[in-house]
Antibody, heavy 120, light 108 residues
C-alpha cells in the first residue's frame, strides 16, 4: 500500500519559517515527480510547487515564488517544503502528492495533509 | 494563465440518479491534460480521471470523463451513497497544476 506521510506543520507567526517533510512508503518516490498542494479551510485546492524525479527542475506558484523552496532526498524517499516569510494567507492544509510519473501529469498518490497556521 | 470554471457550484441529487458536472477552461486545452478528483470531508483528494477520459486505478466504471477543450464533463452514471463529495477538475498542461473551484454533490 502506498503511503505518503507529512510532518512539520504547526503554528507560526507571520514572517516566520516552517519546514514540511513528506516520507513515502510502499512506493519508490525517486521514480516520480512530486508536489505540494494546499487547501485553506473551506476552500478549493491550490497547487504550490513541484519537483522533477531527479530534483533537477522545480516549479512554483506565483504566490509562493521566492519564499518557498521545494527539495527532495531520494535516498530517504523524502520530499520537503521550506517555507519562509510566511503570511496569514499561507494558512492551509498542505498535501504531499506524487505526479503520475512526470510533472505536467495528474497527482496520483496523496498524503493525509499537514496543517500550517500562520497567526500572531 | 488558464482558468477552470466548474458548474454548477452545488448539485443536489438522490442516490441512483445521474450526475453531470461541467468544467470549462478559459481557453482551448488538450483533453489529455485534464483530470478529475473526488474529495470527501477530512480526506485528501483522490484521482478519478486523467487524460480527459481514462479512469485511475480502482475507480468504478460509473465514473466517466469526456469532452474537448474548452468544455469537459464528469459523469457519474448512478450515484452511490459514497459518491456524495466535492469534485475538482484540473488542467496540468501549461503548469503542474491548475484546479477548478469545485462542485459539491450533495444528497437531495
Amino acid at each position: 500500500e502506498v503511503q505518503l506521510v507529512e510532518s512539520g506543520g504547526g503554528l507560526v507567526q507571520p514572517g516566520g519559517s516552517l519546514r514540511l517533510s513528506c516520507v513515502g512508503s510502499g512506493i519508490t518516490t525517486s521514480r516520480y515527480a512530486m508536489a505540494w498542494v494546499r487547501q485553506a479551510a473551506g476552500e478549493g485546492l491550490q497547487w504550490v510547487s513541484s519537483v522533477s524525479a531527479g530534483a533537477g527542475t522545480t516549479y512554483y506558484a506565483d504566490s509562493v515564488k521566492g519564499r518557498f523552496t521545494i527539495s527532495r532526498d531520494n535516498s530517504k524517499n523524502a520530499l520537503y517544503l521550506q517555507m519562509n516569510s510566511l503570511r496569514a494567507e499561507d494558512t492551509a492544509v498542505y498535501y504531499c502528492a506524487t505526479h503520475k510519473v512526470t510533472t505536467f501529469r495528474p497527482f496520483e498518490h496523496w498524503g493525509q495533509g499537514a496543517l500550517v497556521t500562520v497567526s500572531s | 494563465e488558464i482558468v477552470l470554471t466548474q458548474s454548477p457550484g452545488t448539485l443536489s441529487l438522490s442516490p441512483g440518479e445521474r450526475a453531470t458536472l461541467s468544467c470549462r477552461a478559459s481557453q482551448s486545452v488538450r483533453g489529455d491534460y485534464l483530470g478529475w478528483y473526488q474529495q470527501k470531508p477530512g480526506q485528501a483528494p483522490r484521482l478519478l480521471i486523467y487524460g480527459g477520459s481514462s479512469r485511475a486505478t480502482g475507480i468504478p466504471d460509473r465514473f466517466s470523463g469526456s469532452g474537448s477543450g474548452p468544455d469537459f464533463t464528469l459523469t457519474i452514471s448512478r450515484l452511490e451513497p459514497e459518491d456524495f463529495a466535492v469534485y475538482y477538475c484540473q488542467h496540468y498542461g501549461g503548469s503542474p497544476g491548475t484546479f477548478g473551484q469545485g462542485t459539491r454533490v450533495e444528497i437531495k
